[in-house]
């Protein structure tokens, strides 16, 4: 006998995940919370049907939970996006049974939010990124406190460009109070630390990107260097999944935010969508395409010549150099 079809909603968390499982009709033929295991999962949905979707909100271990039962269990699992999940719910009362069903519903209505569930390999280029991220942020905040310190004690600083090796040579023999001194030294052992570390996690990813076309292809355009070409590849990962370049660009953070009403148009910043560190990297992009290429320096003096901002016109730089680059980029068959 042919299992009927049903579809599910898991509300995962590291310890529990809840199971829902609906028919066709909607009924609710199972709602409980079992391990977060794939064995635990799938005996809990295996005798109630054949499994249409498995619809999995998208969270931290969401994406691992997602592959491992795909390969694993062979259940035809989706990420769904948790911003839009989120603004369908009407039940003022949240818990996990009421989640659960709602992703299991969505899935079955054919509304599901889903969003791309990233290979292995670009899941692990995504936490070398990160990984990086984190140690340039906690450099930035060594060479910070070491200023902060100088200023503190007014120290006179010599008419060098700053984290120079002369100035850093006249900072390591500079007079300074002993405890500013210890503390400053103390800076500067964890910022050749730091730096150690950054040069081996960028040794980490030219190795682990070597022959990805896409990595290669990226880095043969102007004006993208090692660092915003893993960037893109890790968050991006195919080019080919976005529809146009406006949508790409507004996954990256680039796209003005509407505010508008009634007679009155407006815009209001840009939309908090993808990670900030990519959106960092793209408008730091962005600033060196304004000094050196033509096409984009005429596109910067335009807007500012009409009054907009230096910040506003980089952003516009930056988003119309995404949408450029979409194009570029599926010239050519993507790699996986």
Known sequence: MEKIRVWVGLDYHQRRTQVCVVDEQGAVLCNRSVPSQIGEITRAVGPLGRPACVAIESCSGAAQLAHELIEQAGLPARLTHPGYVNRMRHNPDKSDLSDARL???????????????????????????????????????????ILALLRERRVAEPPLSRWTRAWMAWLIEADLNPTVRWIIDGLLADLGGLGEQIRAVEARLDEQTAGDRVVERLRSI????????????????????????????????????????????????????????????????????CRYDERWRRLFESMRERGKPTSVAVAAVANRWVRWLFHRMNEQPAAA
């Open 103 to 145: 992703l299991a519903e969505l899935a079955r209505s054919g509304f599901l939010p889903e969003v791309w569930l990233a290979p292995e390999p670009i899941r692990d280029l995504r936490c070398l990124t990160q990984r990086r991220v984190q140690l340039v942020q906690q450099r930035r905040q060594a060479k910070v406190r």
């Open 222 to 289: 102007r004006g993208i260097g090692p660092v915003t070409a893993w960037m893109l590849r890790a968050d991006i990962g195919r080019f080919d999944r976005f529809r146009t370049g406006k949508q790409l660009s507004r996954y990256c953070g680039l796209s003005p935010r509407n505010a508008s009403s009634g007679e009155r148009v407006a815009d209001a910043g840009l939309v908090k969508a993808g990670r900030g560190a990519l959106r960092t990297v793209l408008i730091q992009s962005a600033h060196r395409l």
